[in-house]
C-alpha cells in the first residue's frame, strides 16, 4: 500500500513538472504572435511630464546643494592661558568639523560623543599618532601640539567621519 502511495505521488509529480515546462512555451508562443518588434508610446499627461522633470531638477539642485555649496565654515579655537580649547560635537559626525588652530601652541580638543554608532566609538587622529575611545554621553579631552602650519586630519574608527584641524602660523 506504500509502495503504491509513493509511486501514485511520482506520478502526479511528474506531470505537474512536465505541465509547468509546457506552460511558459505556450506563453510565448502567444507573446510572439502579438510582438512586432516596435515600442509601443503610452501617453502621459502634460502635467505628469511637468512634475516628474520639476521634481528631478529639484533633486539634482538639492544633491549640487549637499556637494558643493553646504560646507560648514571653520571654527577657531579659543585660548586661555596658553591653552586653545574647542568643544566638538560627535553626532552623526563631527561638529564642527573644521577648526583653526595656532601653530605651537597646545591644543585640547573635546570630544562629546552623543551617538551611539559605533564607527563613532574611536577617534583617530594619525598625524599626531594618537587613537582614542569615546565613551557615550562623556566629554573626552584629546591634547595635541600641533608644530608646524598645515592641515591635519582626524577621523572616526572606520574613516567614514572626518574632520579638519587647520594650524596657522603664529602671527
Same mark, same amino acid.
Given at each position: ?36 518588434? *516596435?515600442? %509601443? ?21 538639492? *544633491? ?16 586661555? *592661558? ?8 560627535? +553626532?552623526?559626525? =563631527? ?17 562629546? %560623543? ?6 563613532? *566609538? ?10 582614542? +575611545? ?17 592641515? =591635519? ?8 567621519? %572626518? ?9
Amino acid at each position: 500500500m506504500k509502495k503504491q502511495l509513493l509511486k501514485n505521488k511520482w506520478l502526479l509529480s511528474s506531470l505537474l513538472s512536465a505541465s509547468l515546462l509546457l506552460i511558459p512555451h505556450a506563453a510565448s508562443a502567444q507573446i510572439s504572435q502579438v510582438d512586432t518588434g *516596435e515600442f %509601443r508610446q503610452i501617453e502621459q499627461p502634460l502635467g505628469l511630464k511637468v512634475g516628474v522633470a520639476a521634481a528631478g531638477l529639484g533633486l539634482i539642485g538639492i *544633491e549640487l546643494w549637499w556637494f558643493l555649496l553646504s560646507k560648514t565654515k571653520a571654527q577657531s579655537a579659543t585660548a586661555s *592661558e596658553g591653552i586653545q580649547f574647542i568643544d566638538i560635537t560627535v +553626532d552623526g559626525g =563631527y561638529t564642527p568639523n573644521q577648526i583653526v588652530v595656532q601653530a605651537g601652541q597646545p591644543v585640547k580638543l573635546n570630544f562629546l %560623543r552623543k551617538d551611539p554608532s559605533s564607527c563613532l *566609538e574611536q577617534i583617530i587622529l594619525p598625524d599626531f599618532n594618537k587613537a582614542i +575611545d569615546l565613551p557615550l554621553n562623556q566629554t573626552t579631552t584629546v591634547e595635541v601640539l600641533p608644530q608646524k602650519a598645515g592641515n =591635519y586630519t582626524f577621523h572616526c574608527g572606520m574613516n567614514m567621519f %572626518r574632520g579638519t584641524m587647520t594650524v596657522k602660523k603664529d602671527t
